[in-house]
Nanobody, 123 residues
């Protein structure tokens, strides 16, 4: 079993920055595909960024060039650096992991999920 705990959410002004962290514990391995997802009120959960087990990264068009996903396998942590924040980035952000090197075809159907952390961006 894998446990994921997010931290780092909060409030920021438009144009500001926040960094989210996800601490993984349990039977997680460095080759797991991991990602950050978000869900805004009244909207479906969407993938923000993904890092595969080979450290390839992928971003939603809406965050490309502004967000950076990275992992530290030695510390079992996943991070999301968010710059140039916009009001439309306001959402609950979730960390997720899946026991496979690649999980791009799974959409939101990853196996393990954190509880989420709120990010609010005011203009």
């Amino acid at each position: 079993q894998v446990r994921l705990v997010e931290s780092g959410g909060g409030s920021a002004q438009s144009g500001g920055s926040l960094r989210l962290s996800c601490e993984a514990s349990g039977s997680i391995h460095g080759y797991y595909c991991m990602g950050w997802f978000r869900q805004a009120p009244g909207k479906e959960r969407e993938r923000v960024a993904r890092i595969d087990g080979d450290n390839s990264t992928f971003y939603a068009d809406s965050v490309k060039g502004r967000f950076t996903i990275y992992r530290d396998n030695a510390k079992n942590t996943l991070s999301l650096q968010m710059n140039s924040l916009k009001s439309e980035d306001t959402a609950i952000y979730y960390c997720a992991a899946h026991p496979a090197v690649f999980c791009g075809g799974l959409a939101t159907n990853l196996r393990y999920w954190g509880q989420g952390t709120q990010v609010t961006v005011s203009s």
